[in-house]
């Protein structure tokens, strides 16, 4: 079972649209959640982190359920520009040492 | 803002080259990262650096070495370069904090080994 799994998509949406992403993670010890975002031939950038209460950024909201081990990313109203690969990062402590598991990703694309 | 910048964006190298992958950073980042990113693998650490002169293995070392001389500097090296190894590196640094941290990202060095 990988550590961190997504959904692929891609999850073609409308202009305004709200879309959701959820992602599992396999280990309970992990300690801390985020969200990258990488545009397509460009390097992954932090979206947001995820917060066990929730946080939200704008149009952005991610949640966190640690019972279930998921992790979620909502977006509304859904812009052109948020087409992207939405990568599930799960923080792991190997070696004594903060290490990041990034999932595959999911991709979004949003059409006019 | 972080810049992390990395030596080559496109590289092609022929089967049992010696290829040399360098990254800087400027914000006196303690961690650094090499990952390879492939289609449906996603991103793959390598190896990581969390001092000057040490290292750590990562999930696929196997075929790569690393060096950090000075802090601002990680380097990648494949020592006999194979087609296996065609793929996207990435360099990463990070700063370490309590709870988690963000890892800043270089551009790429897109690696085609013929």
């Known amino acids: 079972r990988k550590e961190v799994e997504q959904d692929p998509g891609p999850f073609n949406v409308p202009e305004g649209a709200t879309v959701a992403f959820n992602c599992t993670y396999s280990?309970?010890?992990?300690?801390?959640f985020f969200w990258y975002r990488q545009d397509c031939r460009k390097e992954p950038k932090l979206l947001m982190s995820?917060?066990?209460s929730g946080n939200e950024d704008g149009r952005f909201t991610a949640q966190l359920n640690r019972a279930s081990q998921y992790i979620s990313l909502l977006i509304r109203d859904s812009k052109l520009s948020d087409s992207a690969t939405y990568l599930c990062?799960?923080?792991?402590?190997?070696?004594?040492?903060?290490?990041?598991?990034f999932g595959t990703g999911t991709r979004l694309q949003v059409f006019p | 803002d972080v810049k992390v910048t990395q030596s080559s964006r496109y590289l092609v190298k022929r089967t049992g080259e010696k290829v040399f992958l360098e990254c800087v950073q400027d914000?006196?980042?303690?961690?650094m990262f090499w990952y390879r990113q492939d289609p449906g693998l996603g991103l793959r650490l390598i190896y990581f650096s969390y001092d000057v002169k040490m290292k750590e293995k990562g999930d696929i070392p196997e075929g790569y070495s690393v060096s950090r001389e000075k802090k601002e500097r990680f380097s990648l090296i494949l020592e006999s370069a194979s087609t296996n190894q065609t793929s996207m590196y990435l360099c990463?640094?990070?700063?370490?904090?309590?709870?988690?941290?963000?890892?800043?990202f270089g551009p790429g060095t897109r690696l085609t080994v013929t």
């Open positions: 914000m006196d980042h303690e961690n």
């Open positions: 990463a640094s990070s700063h370490p904090r309590q709870g988690g941290y963000e890892q800043y």
């Open positions: 995820v917060y066990s």
């Open positions: 990062v799960v923080n792991m402590n190997r070696y004594n040492t903060d290490k990041l598991i």
């Open positions: 280990n309970s010890a992990s300690q801390s």
